[in-house]
């Protein structure tokens, strides 16, 4: 089960730490990815997470995003800096078993509630 936090609203250029909780099985063994959607739109992949601590971002988030990931609390955290409009939405941690891949979101499951994101 995984359970993400954090979601606020700021303005452009702000900043935000979103976090996502697993429980009942350890992130090392899975690629652990943050996603967001916005109404009408399909959940795109925003960054990815390794087991072995290997990162991946969207290009439209490179710079900026920051995915990170602490074992020992079973979290992953997702440092979102210079926010921007087109950064709103909701957002969502999901598991791959394995690899992240191009961090398409139908390879990814155990999908949590999200967190609202809004930049204005």
């Known amino acids: 089960q995984l359970v993400e936090s954090g979601g606020a609203s700021v303005q452009a250029g702000g900043s935000l730490r979103l976090s996502c909780v697993a429980s009942?099985?350890?992130?090392?063994?899975?690629?652990m990815g943050w996603f967001r959607q916005i109404p009408d739109k399909e959940r795109e992949g925003v960054a990815g997470i390794e087991s072995d601590g290997s990162t991946s971002y969207a290009d439209s988030v490179k710079g900026r995003f920051t995915v990170s990931q602490d074992s020992a609390k079973n979290t992953v955290t997702l440092e979102m800096n210079r926010l921007k409009p087109e950064d709103t939405g909701m957002y969502y941690c999901?598991?791959?078993?394995?690899?992240?891949?191009?961090?398409?979101?139908?390879?990814?499951?155990?999908w949590g509630q999200g967190t609202q994101v809004t930049v204005s």
């Open positions: 009942g099985d350890t992130i090392g063994r899975y690629c």
């Open positions: 999901a598991a791959r078993y394995g690899t992240c891949g191009s961090l398409y979101a139908s390879q990814f499951g155990g």
